[in-house]
């Protein structure tokens, strides 16, 4: 039997908002996916039982787990015959689940199970957190977790069943909880006593037939009866809150109903008023909606769907992260364990999440630069429940050259002069900064020199080794700094600064370029020390903090090609992705350390799949592949959930060791799928689009993506071995390329789940993509009829990429061809372009 999670894109609350999702069972899952909006983070379980519920605000877990229990009614059989029964009389058998048993859907709004009992009774559990649009940027998501519930009895006879819900009400509060029920939310309201911590409410959409507090844990999961609720709310302390809803089901007869948990401050009214008035499936409603508009903005389309599918998710996980904190709209580098946000990570997040939520990008950079201390060095991270910022002691780190190309990022991505003038001044300081830790090579070093390495001797993202140090002039900080250097010469220069600043800007980059091609290469096999520590002894560990001079463009072609080369080998390469280090090395530890001595990053992998995209595109794409498609391969096995991004594998076993859900791992995915894959560069007025596709591909497009201040697409595709592109913009390119108006693709409705379509339109003219992403030929359904106008005859041309050759080209009316169909080869395309002619006389369109 498979092990992997299989892909589905089958649920439709509306045919508009259909997203993919992964279907597997419970069994093979080792644990299930988290959740976030802005105000919690929830972690589910295989079983289905919620783990515990996070406060954002609070920085603290506030109710523990939440479980849901199903019994159905009968007679003890030893009363059978003397009498008639009495409710009182009644027992309630649970019923019990083989995991193996239990469908799972895994998708982007929510987590989904399904099972039966005997064939007759059809459960259904729906578990999300309501989200709202992250483009509103002082909107807030609801504070409540939702658990829906579908009963339906497709048997001939009638069903009595107990549903029960649990609550572990203390969370990590203190040990002295009390709660009441409130009837007029269906829900029992948890305070503690001795500390101002948040209001839990727990409840029900209907009003449940009993409950209560107590200290009854077994009653969870007692195997022979579940035991009536007694309506006291005695208890206090660490205690279980616990609701009763008893129904009978009629054959061919259903039930809805949730239970919600929702978490406000104690002065919220008008929150307690919002958790009795919204239903589960209205919210769902808004969820849904919001998450189609975000996930098809920046929507990366190959033929590829591993990549396809990484890029989704990528948003999937941003999205979940981005939370309220006491000091603004951020994200913690641990969810649901600290409140800190480390300007490292918050700089990558900008690489990604430019690309379909810009505004989130934004209260990263503005934040970080509120955080800047006076010298103009960022911060290592601050503490987003007090403002508190910490700097380990290092001089310098790659907080603050990452901070300068993260705006850089923003601002060609949305061409905001008014921003760049506000935040300019906090470059600017950066800059000069970086310029003043140079010494007399013209390397930038950092000085500190821990005798407990760790964090206050590491200067590198690998900065949580103990007894291990990475100081002085660092090849990771030096390619670094060079690149921020670069782009703030750019900045300064659309800001019209003065031409000292711009070229000791532009200077100073190149003086470090210079220095570590001089200082920092090691002869013997022409790659990159690791570092040049304060005693001036080199280190010639090759590891993967490789690619930085690649990524940056601080060295050579050659010396790039031999570190991509030098990386794509055994001792650093798994079925999962990069190891951070060679098996061969002598600290090489797999599983210690974080696996920042051995283990494999996923990001890591990425920033490798980027660096080597000029070098080898097909290397690219195995990268992109590899540690995306590794969190289905064996959930169960390896610790993943499919679609969600975790942290690091051990290099040896490829079980994930990190967090359940790294919030820097997808914007980095999502970065190296749009920049590298797709081809874009951010330049100017024009983005420069030169896809960048390894030879077995013929086609590969890019959605709705974010650019000075609306929306851009295209799609490239090979004819007669060059690349061809159709884009709604101005775009620099070595290709040849059309240009269109608009990107009408959501007009042409999908009917098969192995194609992708993108139509873009100008005056009467469409030119259409249909991908073919399976391993077979197949045949597309199309409808046209959206696209096309009444009563119009079109002059039709088909690109067969299978021929790769023009092979349809003639005058239709359009309603021969509104509906219609096509075949295409495994991973091709065919490309359609329809121009209107308003009489017979008009000429018939050219070849683009």
Known sequence: MSTAAEKSSTYHIDPALALPSYRTTAGRLGMGPSFGNTELWVNTKNTGDVERVFCIARGQTVIGSIAIRFSIAGRPLRDAGSFAMTEAMKVYTPLLLDLE??????????????????????????????????????????????????????GAHEQELRINGFARLRGDTSDDVTAAYDPGSFALVARTASADSPVRVFGLTREPAAYETSFDFGNVYSMSRTAPLSNATDAHGDILGSLQLDVVIGPGKSERFAFKTGIYE???????????????????????????????????????????DGALWSKVNMRRVMARYPIGWLFT????????????????????????????????????????????????????????????????????PLFIMAANHHFRCTNDEDWLRRIFPALQRAG?????????????????????????????????????????AVTEINAECAAALRALTHLAERMDEN???????????????????????????????????????PHTDVTGDEVFPVMFNACDDETGFRVISRLNSPDFWTEAGLRTASALDPRYDPAAFSGLLGGVWPGLTWWYAFAAARYHPDFMVNALRASFQHYARDPRRHNTVPGQFSEWFDGDSLVNRGMRLSPWEPPRFLWAAIEGVCGLTLTGDRPQINPLVPPNWKWVALRRLPFHGREISYFAVRTKAVLTIFTTCEINTDSAHSLYE????????????IARVVALQRDREVAVLVGNVSDATTNVPLDLSQLLEQGMRYHTRVYNSERDDWEVESVYAREEICVTSIGIESKGYRVMLFRGLSDAAEEPPTAA
Request: glycine share 6%.
């Open 432 to 472: 000069r900064y970086i310029v003043s830790q140079m010494d007399q090579r013209d390397l930038v070093v950092c000085t500190a020199d821990d005798p407990r390495g760790n964090v206050w001797a590491i200067a590198s993202w690998r900065n949580i080794i103990p007894n291990y140090s990475i100081n002085g």
């Open 499 to 537: 031409d000292a600043d711009i070229r000791n800007f532009a200077d100073a980059a190149a003086k470090i370029q210079v220095a570590m091609g001089r200082h920092l290469i090691n002869s013997k096999n022409g790659l990159f020390y690791l570092n040049v520590d304060t005693r001036g002894n």
């Open 266 to 308: 104690q002065s919220d009214q008008q929150g307690l008023k919002h958790f009795a008035g919204v239903s589960g499936l209205e919210s769902l409603e808004h969820t849904l909606t919001a998450l189609d508009d975000e996930l098809h903005r920046g929507e990366v389309i190959t033929p590829d769907d591993v990549i396809n």
């Open 742 to 753: 608009r990107d009408v693709s959501d007009k042409l409705p999908i009917f098969s789940r």
């Open 333 to 400: 580098n641990d969810p649901g364990v600290t409140s800190n946000v480390v300007i490292r990570d918050s700089a990558w997040f900008v690489m990604g999440c430019d690309y379909f939520a810009p505004e989130f990008s934004r209260s990263l950079l503005d934040t970080a630069a509120r955080l800047q201390y006076p010298n103009g060095k960022l911060p290592e991270f601050v503490n987003a429940l007090t403002g508190k910022v910490e700097d380990d002691g290092l001089n310098i780190n790659d907080d603050t």
């Open 101 to 154: 048993e239990v469908a799972v859907e895994i998708h982007p709004a929510f987590l989904r199970r399904r099972f039966d009992v005997g064939g007759s009774i059809y459960i259904t559990e729906t578990t999300f957190l309501p989200l709202s649009s992250v483009h509103d940027s002082k909107q807030s998501d609801p504070p409540v977790l939702y658990q829906m519930v579908q009963l339906e009895n497709r």
